[in-house]
């Protein structure tokens, strides 16, 4: 229902003044949505309360606290703060300005300020976790955060008002600008980024990776260039794109498609981002749990990023990395109820307010060349957009002042991706990327490998997803099946064994899940029927194979490099820390040829009577050359012995 203008600022005023649960929601830049209704608290997204009890459809906004990751079995520090509902009785529609106009301006004065991680300290963590868990192998790339806190004196209600009307009025480029007030517990942001929508049956992700802190005065497209040009910056956006396709292969039958690469231009801060595209008939909470969390504040792999969140962070993270998700009733093309409808932001550039004490927490992304002081910047920078609109921090006016189109019939933000030179490094990016994953992808089922079957181990990395949607693309019916319940039996009955990639020391016998993986390997390598391994399980196969495993100089996750496969030069991404080696120049042992770099000796590719590897992910976007690098390793491993 929405009501005549003339209504709509009373029933802001009434809500207001009721001290009942609402909502504030900005999607747009002339509405702000009023949400209104009862709170329930849920143990599981199972439990979201999206229809009444008589099966009734209904809104309802869910704060998911990051928490809820226990879900799907990953580690947390656990507070058990709730999964908190609003059961919408009221949705109403009001002018932006209108609310604006109504809402308090007073500062809210702070005390006690500061981040509770000394800068010093955060650097020193930040070293930590790319030497101890990057440097051995644990993942690509993690997100570590720390806290801006101050004490708020006053209303805490007021506060919340006044910084949310800040945030209309000065941060630009948000996905939504927000306020959710409930009992005992205050939330309010701009947060720019959606991690996952469905509307329709098509599901939505937007990566957003890469922080370019704009410099005194405003950015320009010259210092941006600067920034478009970081390899740091780069490979970060390609690793979480990476990250959020293992999802979307994970939710939607097509697998997932990207477009981009795209700017998000806000206040402070400007941000690379992607948008990926697909087909799902999942239920919407069922959507959510699979992609929990965003792997731009958690990192890659998903469930290992979890681990080492809890090992470096010393505290709880509440609803930080969590996300907002509004389900919303949907009809189909008869009128007819037809489930409901998601818009899940982030939670994140979102402060929260408890019992007096406001928190505003951000992390930055650790990937292997991060500059710990820039790090530490990176913080400070995502931190000061909330911030200085609340006026925490001073507001770069100029800055502010210098992003205005002076051109346009009203002050509107100049966007700096309509400069040409911008435009174009951009849509340079794609050249390095995978066109399996850029362009529509056609039915598998006239694939060359049609009708026959295939079992993909996963060892805790959802790449098992990419590879398995790229697997049935070439004809294959896929089982993905988890390291810890992979069934000797139906290994036994496939055509096709893929052991997947995962994290840690191959070496390390004494951890549960790469003996599995060895079990895996072995066991397939002496039955002689078909066997492809990746990564993790490539460099298993090379052990078992009597080829000595190290570690590398420097890890190369989220590394392209163009290798020569068997005499076929093939552009691959890589994520490894560990590596097989031989001797330089050996191209051969006993039965297995060896593909490896002419220098070091570092094995990229094997392959003998029954069996195929690759050390690189031909499933990741970096592996332009993928699909056909699969094809011809996956065809290897499936000619009979005699004919090889």
């Known amino acids: 229902m929405t009501p005549s203008p003339s209504a709509q600022p009373d029933a802001l005023s009434a809500v207001l003044a009721s001290g009942a ?219 979480v794109v990476d990250e959020e396709l293992k999802m979307m292969s994970a939710v939607c039958s097509d697998g997932g498609r990207i477009t981009g690469p795209h700017l998000k231009e806000m206040s402070r801060l400007t941000h690379t981002e992607y948008m990926l595209r697909g087909r799902s008939t999942m239920d ?62 982030i939670l994140i550039r979102t402060a929260y307010l408890v019992d007096g004490r406001l928190r505003v927490p951000v992390g930055a992304t650790l990937v292997r060349h991060s500059d710990p002081d820039g790090e530490v910047s990176e913080t400070h920078g995502k931190a000061a957009g909330v911030l200085g609109a609340i006026g925490a921090v001073p507001r770069d006016e100029v800055a502010e002042a210098a992003a205005l189109d002076e051109d346009a019939p009203t002050a509107q933000p100049r966007r700096l991706a309509d400069d040409p030179h911008i435009a174009a490094l951009l849509a340079a990016r794609n050249e390095r990327l995978a066109p399996f994953w850029l362009n529509p992808q056609a039915s598998g089922e006239a694939g060359p490998f049609a009708g026959l079957t295939a079992v993909v181990i996963d060892a805790e990395d959802r790449f098992t997803t990419m590879l398995a949607h790229q697997l049935r693309h070439l004809g294959f019916a896929v089982t993905i099946v988890p390291w810890d319940r992979a069934d000797a039996a139906a290994q036994d009955v496939a055509d096709l064994v893929v052991a997947g990639p995962g994290p840690g020391d191959p070496r390390d016998s004494a951890n549960t899940r790469i003996a599995a993986m060895r079990g895996v390997v072995d066991a397939r390598l002496s039955s002689g029927r078909p066997l492809v391994a990746v990564c993790l399980s490539h460099q298993i196969l090379a052990d078992r194979l009597g080829i000595g495993l190290g570690p590398l100089a420097a890890p190369h996750q989220g590394l392209q490099k163009t290798i020569d496969v068997f005499g076929t030069p093939a552009s691959i991404g890589f994520y490894n820390t560990f590596t097989a080696r031989v001797d330089p120049g050996t191209t051969k042992l006993g039965t297995t040829q060896i593909a490896a770099d002419p220098a070091s000796g570092d094995v990229y590719a094997l392959r003998g009577p029954g069996y195929a590897s690759v050390q690189g992910h031909l499933e990741s976007i970096l592996s332009r050359d993928g699909l056909a690098t699969l094809e011809r390793l996956v065809a290897h491993a499936l000619t009979p012995v005699d004919a090889a």
Not at 128 to 139: H, L, M, S, Y
Not at 294 to 313: D, F, L, Y
């Open 284 to 345: 919407p909470r069922d959507i959510l749990r699979e992609t929990m969390f965003a792997p731009t504040v958690t990192g890659s792999p998903m469930q290992n990023a979890c681990t080492v969140i809890k090992r470096h962070e010393r505290a709880p993270r509440g609803y930080y990395s969590g996300v907002a998700a509004l389900f919303t009733p949907s009809t189909g093309a008869d009128g007819s109820a037809a489930g409901h409808d998601l818009d899940a932001p």
């Open 21 to 239: 649960p609402f909502a504030l929601i900005a999607r747009d830049e002339s509405t702000v949505e009023l949400l209104t209704g009862d709170v329930v608290d849920v143990a599981l997204l199972a439990d979201i309360p999206v229809t009444d009890a008589d099966g009734t459809p209904r809104e309802v906004l869910a704060l998911v606290p990051y928490r809820q990751v226990v879900e799907r079995g990953f580690e947390c520090h656990d507070d058990a703060a709730p999964l908190r509902c609003l059961v919408v009785a009221e949705h109403t529609h009001l002018p932006r300005a209108e609310v604006m106009a109504a809402l308090p301006t007073a500062p809210v004065p702070l005390h006690d300020a500061g981040f509770d991680i000394a800068d010093a300290e955060y650097a020193d963590i930040v070293r930590t976790v790319i030497a101890d868990e990057i440097g051995r192998g644990e993942g690509a790339n993690f997100v570590i955060r720390r806290d801006y806190t101050a004490s708020v004196d006053g209303d805490a209600l007021t506060a919340g008002l006044t910084w949310f009307r800040a945030l209309l009025e000065h941060e630009r480029g948000a996905y939504w600008t927000f306020l959710v007030s409930t009992p005992g517990h205050l939330a309010v942001g701009a947060s720019p980024e959606a991690h996952v929508s469905a509307t329709g049956g098509v599901v939505t992700m937007n990566p957003i990776s890469g922080t370019f802190r704009h410099p005194a005065g405003g950015a320009t497209a010259e210092t941006l260039a600067e920034f478009l040009g970081s390899t740091k910056e780069t490979e970060e956006l390609f690793m």
